[in-house]
Protein backbone atom coordinates (compact mmCIF):
# COMPACT_ATOMS: atom_id res chain seq x y z
CA UNK A 1 0.00 0.00 0.00
CA UNK A 2 1.35 3.28 -1.00
CA UNK A 3 2.30 5.46 2.21
CA UNK A 4 2.71 9.17 1.87
CA UNK A 5 5.12 11.22 4.18
CA UNK A 6 5.03 14.55 5.00
CA UNK A 7 7.89 16.95 6.89
CA UNK A 8 8.12 18.90 8.88
CA UNK A 9 4.93 18.39 10.30
CA UNK A 10 4.80 21.98 11.35
CA UNK A 11 6.38 24.92 10.52
CA UNK A 12 6.45 28.86 11.26
CA UNK A 13 8.16 31.37 9.21
CA UNK A 14 8.23 35.38 9.17
CA UNK A 15 6.24 36.89 6.43
CA UNK A 16 8.35 37.50 3.29
CA UNK A 17 10.76 34.51 3.88
CA UNK A 18 11.07 31.73 1.65
CA UNK A 19 9.88 28.11 2.27
CA UNK A 20 9.91 24.44 0.87
CA UNK A 21 7.50 21.69 2.04
CA UNK A 22 8.51 18.07 1.78
CA UNK A 23 6.44 15.05 1.02
CA UNK A 24 7.74 11.42 0.00
CA UNK A 25 5.78 8.34 -1.29
CA UNK A 26 7.05 5.09 -1.36
CA UNK A 27 5.18 3.58 -4.95
CA UNK A 28 6.64 5.46 -7.71
CA UNK A 29 4.14 3.62 -9.91
CA UNK A 30 1.83 6.75 -9.44
CA UNK A 31 -0.28 8.63 -12.08
CA UNK A 32 -0.01 12.12 -10.55
CA UNK A 33 0.59 14.13 -7.10
CA UNK A 34 -0.87 17.01 -6.41
CA UNK A 35 -0.85 19.60 -3.48
CA UNK A 36 -3.71 20.86 -1.59
CA UNK A 37 -4.32 23.65 0.81
CA UNK A 38 -6.66 23.12 3.40
CA UNK A 39 -7.80 26.16 6.14
CA UNK A 40 -9.17 25.53 9.80
CA UNK A 41 -12.72 23.83 9.59
CA UNK A 42 -12.84 23.94 5.41
CA UNK A 43 -12.24 21.07 2.50
CA UNK A 44 -9.10 20.73 0.41
CA UNK A 45 -8.63 23.36 -2.10
CA UNK A 46 -5.97 21.90 -5.08
CA UNK A 47 -3.29 24.14 -5.62
CA UNK A 48 -1.13 22.05 -8.78
CA UNK A 49 -0.80 18.73 -10.09
CA UNK A 50 1.97 17.48 -11.46
CA UNK A 51 1.77 14.35 -13.97
CA UNK A 52 4.25 11.54 -13.27
CA UNK A 53 5.82 12.55 -16.83
CA UNK A 54 6.12 16.16 -15.26
CA UNK A 55 9.31 17.55 -13.17
CA UNK A 56 7.56 20.79 -12.36
CA UNK A 57 4.39 22.77 -12.54
CA UNK A 58 4.38 27.08 -11.04
CA UNK A 59 1.43 28.62 -9.98
CA UNK A 60 1.76 32.19 -8.56
CA UNK A 61 4.63 31.98 -5.93
CA UNK A 62 3.95 28.51 -5.77
CA UNK A 63 6.34 25.70 -7.40
CA UNK A 64 6.04 22.10 -6.73
CA UNK A 65 8.61 19.53 -7.70
CA UNK A 66 8.23 16.15 -8.78
CA UNK A 67 11.32 12.91 -8.29
CA UNK A 68 9.34 10.22 -9.35
CA UNK A 69 12.25 7.78 -9.40
CA UNK A 70 13.62 8.70 -5.71
CA UNK A 71 9.67 9.18 -4.20
CA UNK A 72 10.04 13.20 -3.20
CA UNK A 73 7.93 16.24 -4.36
CA UNK A 74 9.13 19.65 -3.01
CA UNK A 75 6.29 22.52 -2.78
CA UNK A 76 8.33 25.77 -3.12
CA UNK A 77 6.57 29.11 -1.53
CA UNK A 78 8.14 32.15 -2.08
CA UNK A 79 7.95 35.62 -0.08
CA UNK A 80 5.57 33.95 2.26
CA UNK A 81 2.35 36.07 3.42
CA UNK A 82 0.53 35.84 6.29
CA UNK A 83 -2.69 34.46 4.25
CA UNK A 84 -0.41 31.69 3.47
CA UNK A 85 -1.32 30.10 6.98
CA UNK A 86 -2.96 26.91 6.62
CA UNK A 87 -2.23 22.80 6.43
CA UNK A 88 -1.11 21.92 3.05
CA UNK A 89 -1.24 18.12 2.01
CA UNK A 90 0.47 16.43 -0.89
CA UNK A 91 -1.33 12.93 -1.78
CA UNK A 92 -0.36 10.54 -5.00
CA UNK A 93 -2.91 9.12 -7.35
CA UNK A 94 -1.69 5.40 -8.02
CA UNK A 95 -3.52 2.78 -9.94
CA UNK A 96 -5.89 2.00 -7.13
CA UNK A 97 -6.55 5.35 -5.68
CA UNK A 98 -5.32 8.92 -4.10
CA UNK A 99 -3.54 8.79 -1.10
CA UNK A 100 -2.55 11.88 1.31
CA UNK A 101 0.01 12.43 3.37
CA UNK A 102 -0.70 13.88 7.14
CA UNK A 103 0.09 17.37 5.92
CA UNK A 104 2.34 20.25 6.96
CA UNK A 105 0.78 23.03 8.72
CA UNK A 106 2.16 26.04 7.76
CA UNK A 107 2.19 29.28 10.14
CA UNK A 108 3.32 32.99 8.57
CA UNK A 109 4.04 35.40 11.24
CA UNK A 110 3.35 38.84 10.28
CA UNK B 1 -19.15 26.09 -12.90
CA UNK B 2 -20.50 24.89 -9.20
CA UNK B 3 -18.07 22.50 -6.87
CA UNK B 4 -19.19 19.35 -4.87
CA UNK B 5 -21.56 20.41 -2.56
CA UNK B 6 -22.23 18.24 0.85
CA UNK B 7 -24.80 18.58 3.27
CA UNK B 8 -25.23 18.94 6.21
CA UNK B 9 -22.01 20.54 7.24
CA UNK B 10 -22.58 19.83 10.75
CA UNK B 11 -24.32 17.05 12.58
CA UNK B 12 -23.92 16.08 16.21
CA UNK B 13 -26.01 12.68 17.14
CA UNK B 14 -26.37 10.48 20.03
CA UNK B 15 -24.33 7.32 19.71
CA UNK B 16 -26.04 4.27 18.27
CA UNK B 17 -28.19 6.20 16.15
CA UNK B 18 -27.81 6.58 12.73
CA UNK B 19 -26.43 9.60 10.62
CA UNK B 20 -26.78 10.11 6.43
CA UNK B 21 -24.34 12.36 4.44
CA UNK B 22 -24.87 13.36 1.15
CA UNK B 23 -22.46 14.74 -2.06
CA UNK B 24 -23.33 16.24 -5.23
CA UNK B 25 -20.20 15.77 -7.29
CA UNK B 26 -19.43 18.12 -10.18
CA UNK B 27 -21.23 17.74 -13.21
CA UNK B 28 -19.42 15.14 -15.40
CA UNK B 29 -17.04 13.53 -13.05
CA UNK B 30 -16.72 10.05 -13.28
CA UNK B 31 -15.04 9.29 -9.85
CA UNK B 32 -16.19 9.80 -6.56
CA UNK B 33 -14.05 9.50 -3.09
CA UNK B 34 -15.23 9.58 0.20
CA UNK B 35 -12.93 10.37 2.78
CA UNK B 36 -13.14 10.52 6.63
CA UNK B 37 -10.63 13.16 7.91
CA UNK B 38 -9.44 12.91 12.05
CA UNK B 39 -8.07 16.21 13.62
CA UNK B 40 -4.35 17.09 12.66
CA UNK B 41 -4.85 13.91 10.34
CA UNK B 42 -4.61 13.58 6.63
CA UNK B 43 -7.72 11.98 4.76
CA UNK B 44 -8.40 8.54 4.90
CA UNK B 45 -10.14 6.69 2.18
CA UNK B 46 -13.29 5.07 3.00
CA UNK B 47 -14.52 4.34 -0.96
CA UNK B 48 -14.10 5.03 -4.28
CA UNK B 49 -16.71 4.99 -7.29
CA UNK B 50 -16.59 4.93 -10.88
CA UNK B 51 -19.62 5.66 -11.84
CA UNK B 52 -21.92 3.51 -10.05
CA UNK B 53 -19.68 1.10 -9.25
CA UNK B 54 -17.52 1.09 -5.78
CA UNK B 55 -14.24 0.00 -7.57
CA UNK B 56 -12.57 0.31 -4.20
CA UNK B 57 -14.29 0.11 -0.77
CA UNK B 58 -11.52 -2.16 1.70
CA UNK B 59 -11.57 0.05 4.32
CA UNK B 60 -14.95 0.54 4.27
CA UNK B 61 -15.60 -0.18 7.81
CA UNK B 62 -18.86 -2.80 6.41
CA UNK B 63 -20.49 -3.88 9.70
CA UNK B 64 -21.79 0.09 9.92
CA UNK B 65 -20.95 2.18 7.25
CA UNK B 66 -22.71 1.76 3.91
CA UNK B 67 -22.89 4.00 0.55
CA UNK B 68 -24.64 4.14 -2.94
CA UNK B 69 -23.97 6.14 -5.91
CA UNK B 70 -27.21 5.94 -7.54
CA UNK B 71 -27.12 6.51 -11.37
CA UNK B 72 -23.41 7.67 -10.82
CA UNK B 73 -23.95 11.05 -9.84
CA UNK B 74 -25.35 11.97 -6.51
CA UNK B 75 -23.58 9.64 -3.25
CA UNK B 76 -25.07 8.89 0.47
CA UNK B 77 -22.89 7.86 3.16
CA UNK B 78 -24.27 6.02 5.83
CA UNK B 79 -23.08 5.29 9.33
CA UNK B 80 -26.03 2.81 11.30
CA UNK B 81 -25.06 2.88 14.37
CA UNK B 82 -23.00 5.59 14.88
CA UNK B 83 -20.24 5.18 17.64
CA UNK B 84 -18.01 7.78 19.31
CA UNK B 85 -15.14 7.11 17.70
CA UNK B 86 -17.24 8.10 14.04
CA UNK B 87 -16.69 11.53 15.35
CA UNK B 88 -14.62 13.08 12.09
CA UNK B 89 -14.52 15.05 8.94
CA UNK B 90 -16.45 13.33 6.12
CA UNK B 91 -15.26 14.28 2.98
CA UNK B 92 -16.64 13.41 -0.45
CA UNK B 93 -13.90 14.59 -3.46
CA UNK B 94 -14.74 14.44 -7.27
CA UNK B 95 -12.83 14.30 -10.54
CA UNK B 96 -13.55 13.62 -14.57
CA UNK B 97 -11.38 10.29 -13.76
CA UNK B 98 -9.35 8.25 -11.25
CA UNK B 99 -5.99 9.80 -12.67
CA UNK B 100 -7.57 13.53 -12.91
CA UNK B 101 -7.43 16.58 -10.49
CA UNK B 102 -9.77 16.33 -7.63
CA UNK B 103 -12.05 18.75 -6.07
CA UNK B 104 -13.40 18.15 -2.52
CA UNK B 105 -16.17 19.14 -0.75
CA UNK B 106 -16.49 21.82 2.84
CA UNK B 107 -16.72 18.02 4.73
CA UNK B 108 -19.39 16.97 7.08
CA UNK B 109 -18.20 17.06 10.70
CA UNK B 110 -19.83 14.98 12.53
CA UNK B 111 -19.81 15.06 16.40
CA UNK B 112 -20.92 11.62 18.15
CA UNK B 113 -22.15 12.55 21.89
Known amino acids: KQEVTQIPAALSVPEGENLVLNCSFTDSAIYNLQWFRQDPGKGLTSLLLIQSSQREQTSGRLNASLDKSSGRSTLYIAASQPGDSATYLCAVTGANNLFFGTGTRLTVIP | EAGVVQSPRYKIIEKKQPVAFWCNPI?????LYWYLQNLGQGPELLIR????????DSQLPKDRFSAERLKGVDSTLKIQPAELGDSAVYLC???????????FGQGTRLTVV
Open chain 2, 27 to 31: SGHNT
Open chain 2, 93 to 103: ASSLDGAGRAF
Open chain 2, 49 to 56: YENEEAVD
